[in-house]
């Protein structure tokens, strides 16, 4: 095309965004298991000419996609340093979607390493590109990435509000995005231990994601049916969910949307010797099934599962540290009543609570009936419900 027309043309312009408003390189062009290299490779060859043609529309695409790659994998550092190539390489080309989707990736890197000032940075930064801006584009794909951020630390009440309900979803994104910030409604649902009607969403939207060769939202809604399954006693079922999304994302080491689940390092050792690499290939489409199989079998499942296992404990450490630092920014408790509610949460009494801080029981009393009108809740029970 370049060739033929001699120079930029005029078709695409730089008020559209790359990504179709989708916070989520990966989630657009990660087609194929076993095949992530592949295009990483491609976009990287062929980026270059469409940046020539476009006057810098998509430029730093290539940098995000590659370093979302790498946080999948766990590979925090490479991952970091391609997030600031990439928000060089967008500022210099005036692309603040994919600014916007680089602060995501350094936000989410923050969370794995516990990071507080890496974390806030990044949100801060995401804010700001919407502020500054009066395209509503940009407003909705901060919106879309603060979710994302939100869904890393377990915040689903967090997100905007477009995003509960799936029509909301499809009226305010292109097309291509949707996929990826439906992801994003089942996992409300599945913090909300709606289960049926996890199960009842999931089918049409694993069909609409397999139709547009979408490979993140396949592994997503399989991990999702997999720890619901399990929460719900259905071993059996549970076992076959997590085989399918772990045939789809081993041959590429896409771990994080594993590691993202409290219970997934548990899980695992729960089905690991149970889960072979025929096994995981007999998951495969059968029209696939010899070709997966290749690339499945080729990689050191105990090495993968290794791997996977010390991403899910970095994650939850560094999610942890993160939550508790949102936590003492937003919360209406002092800290003191924060201690309190903690130790109420476990069912210990008052007298019990006093013993544990050092203070006296009615002091105890005095803060557990301030705790109770800040949380709007009646009893120590429902401390377990509430975050603060």
Known sequence: ALQLLGGPGSIIGNNMPWTFGGTSVLGLFWRESGKLNDTLRKMEECLPYYLKLTRGHGAGADSVFRAEAQLMRGDDTNAEILCHKALYDARESRQTGLCICAEQVLARIAVMRGDVNGYFTAVKNIRGYAEESSDLYVQRMADLCMSVIYASLGFTDNYAKWLYDMEGIKQTL???????????????????????????????????????????????????????????????????????????????GVYLPFAQQECMEEFLAEVQVGISAQLIADALPETRASEYSEAVLGVSLSRSFAALKALCRRQRNGREVIKKAVLRTKSPLTPREREIAHLAGKRLSAKEIAEELYIAESTVNSALKSIFGKLDIHSKTELKKKEF
């Open 174 to 252: 292109y097309a291509p995005a949707v996929p990826y910030a439906q992801i994003l409604h089942l996992e409300s649902l599945l913090a909300k231990k709606h289960y049926n009607e996890l199960y009842g969403v999931s089918q049409p939207l694993m069909h609409e994601a397999e139709e547009m060769n979408y490979m993140l939202p396949q592994v997503y809604h399989c991990v999702f049916l997999a720890v619901a399954k399990r929460n719900n006693g259905e071993l059996s079922a549970a076992k076959e969910y997590l085989k399918e999304a772990l045939a789809r994302a081993i041959p590429d």
